[in-house]
């Protein structure tokens, strides 16, 4: 029997994890640029920390979490995303004692029990941003300036960011009451879910995806309109910086976004490449969640973008190179002595920056010689026991079939002046 990856899970091979691996390390360069310090927090966590941060409305904690009791009793679960494990480091480190505006970067994977589709797993990955101890709106603009940016630099162009305000904690409260006071006299039009959610969190009604739904929810007034005038002004700034670095973005008066703990900012860079599941990334201010889960009353903002739905836009786009990295030198011995020589001679070279390796079968010359072609590999260097007598390596480039002959004593200078 072969064991299969469980459904909604995956692996990611070569060549893929070299795209992988690129889109981290442009994305580590620029969080630096901004000053972001990598945070890195456990995968599974207390039930309570999500129920409690993302709300227990939400369909997350509703329907997508997978949560278990450990072997001591406690209710814990693997983490659906990351900005809530974030403040509780923050908060458990007591780094608000002592520095106001953390800034963290994360990448790792997070787990919701899903239904697998396109772009969309029950373990999947995610890299964010989180800064926390400021309430200034132009946090906000440097949050949505560093997503458009990773965006940017991913090789995506066509993106359009939506932006919505929600104002704060007693905003949210006003927005709810008269979004339930109209959907009330129109609760038989709503889908059954709808009508459950419109009685215990009526905002949840606004992530709903029923036709019917969405067009009530096309009449409801524009959060913007109903938020206080300190509100009104952040949101109103943050349009202002928004414009001043040229940024486009798309007022969507009714984005709520589907995690309880969002306040004031939300947003989302969407694209129409990915069909209805079209967020690249998104997020927004949580000026609640600090003091929510303990700590002092402080400001927050984040974002996370999802990286497989970056590769599907990649792929859609057709902007994508998964092309294996050429292999500096191939080594091929022939022979136990030569084995052990070449075998030697390839750690030296790797301590140069060299890119070396071999094959440890006992296949053919002309076997192992395919082998260097399917990797790709610049040179070929073949010692056998002849070459070990004469003091002689054969060099041979692979592009032009040229061949020569390299002295031993010689051979870790010559190889590394013409890989330079």
Not at 20 to 35: D, G, P, R, T, V
Not at 122 to 141: C, K, P
Request: proline residues 3%; positive net charge.
């Amino acid at each position: 029997m072969v064991y299969k990856a469980l459904p909604g899970t995956k692996d990611i091979l070569p060549p893929e994890i070299l795209l992988w691996q690129e889109l981290e390390e442009k994305a580590k360069a620029i969080f630096s640029s901004y000053h972001y310090q990598e945070i890195r927090t456990p995968i599974m966590e207390e039930l309570k920390l999500f129920v409690r941060s993302v709300g227990e409305t939400t369909d997350i904690v509703e329907k997508e979490m997978f949560s278990f009791k450990d072997r001591g009793g406690r209710e814990v679960c693997l983490r659906p995303e990351a900005t809530a494990s974030c403040v509780r480091a923050y908060l458990q480190s007591n780094l608000p004692l002592s520095e106001a505006g953390v800034k963290f970067f994360y990448l790792g994977p997070m787990f919701r029990a899903e239904r697998p589709q396109a772009g969309r797993y029950r373990q999947f990955h995610q890299m964010g941003v989180e800064v926390l101890g400021s309430t200034s709106y132009l946090v906000d603009a440097e949050v949505i300036s560093l997503s458009i940016e990773l965006l940017h630099a991913f090789g995506l162009k066509s993106f359009l960011l939506k932006l919505n305000s929600l104002g704060c904690f007693e905003d949210k409260k006003v927005i709810s009451e008269k979004y339930r006071e109209i959907l009330f006299r129109k609760k038989e039009e709503l889908c059954l879910l709808c009508q459950k959610r419109m009685e215990r969190n009526v905002l949840r009604v606004l992530d709903c995806k029923e036709g019917k739904c969405k067009r009530l929810i096309a009449e409801l007034p524009p959060t913007p309109e109903l938020i206080c005038k300190e509100c009104q002004k952040h949101f109103q700034s943050l349009q202002e910086v928004l414009s001043l670095l040229k940024i486009d973005y798309r007022i969507e008066p009714h984005l709520v976004r589907g995690i309880d703990y969002y306040t004031r900012t939300v947003f989302e860079l969407v694209s129409e490449e990915l069909g209805a599941q079209d967020a690249l990334a998104a997020g927004g201010r949580y000026d609640n969640l600090i003091e929510y889960l303990g700590g002092p009353s402080l400001g927050a903002v984040g974002f996370a973008l999802g990286m497989e739905r970056i590769i599907l836009a990649l792929k859609k786009s057709c902007r994508l190179n998964l092309e294996e990295k050429c292999l500096d030198i191939f080594l091929i011995t022939l022979g136990e002595e030569a084995g052990k020589e070449g075998f030697f001679l390839m750690q030296l070279l790797r301590k140069k920056g060299i890119s070396i390796d071999m094959d440890y079968t006992e296949k053919s010359l002309k076997a192992k010689m395919r082998r260097a072609n399917r990797l790709k590999a610049k040179f070929v260097l073949i010692i056998g026991e002849e070459e070990i007598k004469q003091g002689n390596y054969l060099l041979r480039e692979m592009s032009s079939g040229k061949q020569e002959l390299l002295r031993k004593e010689n051979i870790t200078e010559e190889l590394c002046k013409r890989l330079r």
